[in-house]
């Protein structure tokens, strides 16, 4: 997408618009974000040099925004064209009826994705930049401060990732009881500080109750309902 495709100085324009009003909902710590077409179209809040060593457009991936293109404007990357994902931010899609099935599976494929590249530092990686679809999956967004290196990174992005998905597992599996939330709080952040993934967590916990109870935990209400059988037990 070349520059000629959209008015910069509408965008521009529109940027400053929202500053005045405090409008936030499209910005972020680095930027403001326009939708256009099937694109996003995100003006940073300063400029930068072009640095070939650091240039995120070679790299290609269905489920991590990497930009298409950049913005110049005097020389300077004033912002970048980026994915537009059908989706919603994970903490608010996450509900009752979800899928956890189908949830493992997303957080699979990112994993997956992740670890294709591992000479990319992928910072600010947190529930807010986590996009999911019931239908599509999972995406990770707003790689403007991710940088190209020459180390893997990938066990440190991982854990990023993981990380991030605990917000994912207490909406899964909390229930209305304080008591046994911080029973299984504290399993969660034992699994994350001995190493283990949250992932297998996520099969360990309905393994054992397809075991124990014969029942086949489809959606966080399951969850929840099984969660009070095994405090009982």
Avoid: H
Avoid at 140 to 150: A, K, L, Q, S
Avoid at 160 to 185: A, G, H, K, P, Y
Avoid at 204 to 227: T, W
């Amino acid at each position: 997408m070349k520059n000629e495709e959209f008015s910069l100085k509408e965008l521009q324009k529109e940027k400053k618009s929202r500053e005045k009003d405090r409008d936030y909902s499209l910005s972020g710590k680095t930027g403001s974000c326009f939708i256009r077409g099937d694109k996003i179209i995100k003006l940073y809040d300063y400029s930068k040099k072009y640095d070939t060593n650091n240039d995120l457009t070679k790299y290609k991936s269905e489920r991590i925004s990497f930009p298409v293109d950049y913005l110049y404007q005097k020389g300077k990357i004033i912002g970048e064209v980026l994915p537009y994902f059908k989706a919603e931010d994970l903490e608010k899609k996450v509900n009752s009826r979800s899928n956890i099935n189908f949830l493992i599976n997303a957080c699979q494929e990112v994993e997956k994705e992740i670890s294709r590249f591992p000479n990319i530092l992928m910072r600010d990686i947190w529930g807010g930049n986590i996009l999911y679809s019931s239908k599509k999956g999972m995406y990770i967004i707003d790689t403007t401060d991710w940088e190209v290196g020459r180390e893997n990174y990938s066990p440190y992005n991982l854990r990023l990732f993981e990380n991030s998905l605990l917000v994912l597992i207490e909406n899964l599996i909390l229930t209305s009881d304080r008591q046994t939330n911080n029973e299984i709080l504290k399993i969660l952040y034992e699994y994350i500080s001995d190493g283990e993934s949250l992932l297998e967590l996520y099969k360990d916990f309905k393994k054992m109750i397809s075991l124990k109870y014969n029942y086949d935990i489809k959606n966080v209400a399951d969850a929840k309902k099984y969660i009070k059988i095994i405090k009982r037990s």
